[in-house]
């Protein structure tokens, strides 16, 4: 019930489409969701964050939706460039904790010129 | 800007012996974790603390880790005894409010022989 599903594993884009990558929860104590982006060899930056009592996050390019009915939430990278190539987690944190993060498998997103 | 820093960036031992792996939180950030990221793998929590205490661990956490702030500025993850399953990324995080965004160090790769 801790876990966090991350789909897919793999995403190959060309420049300047969108990538979408999606989550899925069980725990209904999960009430803060950021999504981190890592490169090769680096920590996990933080992208973007959302709570659920929004439905939409839109910071440029980046927009988180969140779905709490169906515990789902999602990342659509719109005009994907080659630079935004990286491995990106999603991940949930319960309000009853000091901030404990469970992170999802990862995604790799490949972005062709 | 201000950021999480880690050393050593390698360190490799050999089974059984103690490592000390060291953080420099944000200066102003008052909840500080440890996790970890074997190759490939998603990234798993391993101990959270704060007020000089531990809020809250993982079972990967056994008597073999410990954590401790020894000054006003470092945060160190011990490992006593280490064995070749230790071998892995050691991601140091802090944020200034439990309940808010972690900035992730740069890691520490863990080499276990």
């Known amino acids: 019930q801790q876990q966090v599903k991350q789909s897919p594993q793999s995403l190959i884009v060309q420049k300047g489409g969108i990538s979408i990558i999606n989550c899925a929860y069980e725990n209904t104590a999960f009430d803060y969701f950021p999504w981190y982006q890592q490169f090769p060899g680096k920590g996990p930056a933080l992208l973007i964050a959302?709570?659920?009592?929004?439905s939409e996050k839109k910071e440029g390019r980046f927009t988180i939706s969140f779905n709490k009915s169906a515990k789902q939430f999602s990342l659509h990278i719109m005009d994907s460039q080659p630079g935004d190539s990286a491995t990106y987690f999603c991940a949930a944190s319960p309000g009853t904790s000091y901030g404990k993060l469970t992170f999802g498998q990862g995604t790799i997103l490949t972005v062709h010129p | 800007e201000p950021e999480v820093t880690q050393t050593p960036s390698h360190q490799v031992t050999q089974m059984g012996q103690e490592v000390i792996l060291r953080c420099v939180p944000i200066?102003?950030?008052?909840?500080f974790y440890w996790y970890r990221q074997i190759l490939g793998q998603k990234v798993e929590f391993l101990v959270s603390f704060y007020n000089n205490e531990i809020s809250e661990k993982s079972e990967i956490f056994d008597d073999q880790f410990s954590v401790e702030r020894p000054d006003g500025s470092n945060f160190t993850l011990k490992i006593r005894s280490t064995k070749l399953e230790d071998s892995a990324m050691y991601f140091c995080a802090s944020s200034a409010m439990g309940y808010n965004e972690q900035f992730f160090g740069p890691g520490t790769r863990l080499t276990v022989l």
């Open positions: 959302i709570r659920p009592d929004v």
């Open positions: 200066s102003n950030h008052l909840y």
